[in-house]
């Protein structure tokens, strides 16, 4: 039976190509090193509750698009967080903390982040200061909250959030665990970063003898994308496709492997997925993604609550998937990348790929998800 039917148009608004790809495994292990992706598996992989996230085999959808195998990385199981996030906002406070039980960590957060920080401060028996914007949901904070963080609300953006976050931090001597990296603050991020990899180490424990062919990996500041990316060079012996899919209204990295160099967007409109709205790719994963990135999407808001009801009602699989908004879009790339003859072309999307998806989150905000699936 068609699932994607109808006249339905699935569409991409940007697709580029990097001009300046170099899939250089050596160049992107100096940037996240084999020593700091190692011993964040060994590290995360004991902790208590610990297992694998499911790789779920998208089989209608695969069957329908003529590709052989689409795999999707469901972090909607990971720990009782539901997001990829929780691996790397906890590892860095594990990691800064080094057994002192007397710090107190604060971050500034849109939500998944800082709770996967409260979360990693409870699990030490640390206190944790949580700044959030006026925009951010009191169901988000209350998450936190409930996680004995202290939430703090600030005046306006995320960009307020962090300043007040780091003037409050430096006169109180709390250290920041922010996943964002800037000019002096690298060690933090690639914390962060190092935990998003044990995604990667499972999936290569998962796929068993398959071989990824393609890689479609969603992109807020890219710290999720560029560790995946080192996940690769770490992990795998072949080099797949590599896309990076963004929103349109947020597309930084897009435009930043356009020209070359970092790229600032002013956000007009914030897109539905919330966690990929961001204005700036951050330093440490710009330094591996603007040449090991072979394509860059952007994409409409228009099909997410679509693809999300329809993973819903396992019409892509054999099971149902709760995929949140920030989930979708790599479903969607793929589909409108197939819809588009010459971009399958391109591509070389046919009956021999494997493509790997990351179903980033759950749902998160459980508000927000039941909203978009009624929609
Ligand atoms: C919940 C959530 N937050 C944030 C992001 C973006 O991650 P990063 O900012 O590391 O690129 C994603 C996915 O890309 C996500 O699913």
């Not at 994607?4 to 250089?24: A, C, P, R, V, Y």
């Not at 960009?159 to 964002?180: A, H, M, P, R, Y």
Request: aromatic fraction near 8%; proline fraction near 2%; include cysteine.
């Amino acid at each position: 039976m068609k699932i994607l039917s109808n006249g339905h148009l699935w569409k991409h608004t940007k697709f580029i190509e990097n001009k300046n790809f170099f899939f250089d495994k050596s160049k992107i292990l100096n940037s996240l090193s084999k020593i700091d992706i190692d011993e964040a598996y060994s590290t995360i992989s004991n902790w208590e509750g610990y297992s694998s996230t499911p790789l779920i085999e998208l089989n209608k959808l695969s069957k329908e698009l003529n590709l052989n195998k689409i795999f999707y990385k469901d972090e909607s199981k990971r720990f009782d967080l539901k997001s990829f996030k929780a691996l790397g906002g906890a590892y860095a406070v594990e990691k800064i903390s080094k057994g002192n039980k007397n710090i107190i960590v604060a971050t500034a957060t849109a939500g998944n982040h800082g709770r996967s920080v409260a979360w990693g401060a409870r699990r030490l028996g640390l206190k944790c200061k949580i700044f959030i914007s006026e925009f951010v949901s009191d169901a988000r904070g209350k998450a936190m909250v409930d996680l004995g963080a202290d939430v703090i609300k600030v005046k306006g953006n995320y960009e307020k959030s962090l300043i007040e976050c780091i003037k409050q931090s430096t006169n109180n001597n709390w250290q920041i665990v922010q996943d964002v990296a800037w000019k002096d603050y690298v060690i933090v991020p690639k914390f962060t970063m190092a935990g998003y990899t044990v995604m990667m180490k499972e999936i290569v424990n998962q796929i068993k003898n398959s071989k990824i062919t393609h890689i479609i990996l969603q992109a807020g500041v890219g710290g999720m994308a560029g560790a995946m990316v080192a996940g690769i060079a770490r992990y795998l012996d072949n080099v797949p496709i590599t896309l990076v899919v963004e929103p349109d209204s947020a597309a930084c990295v897009l435009e930043s492997i356009k020209t070359g160099k970092i790229e600032k967007i002013d956000i007009k409109r914030e897109s539905l997925m919330g966690g990929m709205s961001c204005g700036e790719v951050s330093l440490v994963p710009w330094e591996i993604l603007k040449y090991s990135i072979k394509y860059c999407i952007s994409l409409p808001d228009d099909n997410i609550s679509k693809t999300m009801k329809l993973l819903g009602k396992a019409s892509f699989s054999n099971e149902k998937i709760i995929a949140g908004e920030n989930s979708a879009p790599g479903v969607i790339s793929l589909i409108a990348s197939c819809e588009d003859k010459k971009i399958k072309e391109k591509l070389n999307l046919n009956k021999n790929s494997n493509v790997l998806l990351i179903g980033c989150e759950g749902d998160t905000d459980q508000e927000m998800y039941q909203k978009l699936i009624n929609q």
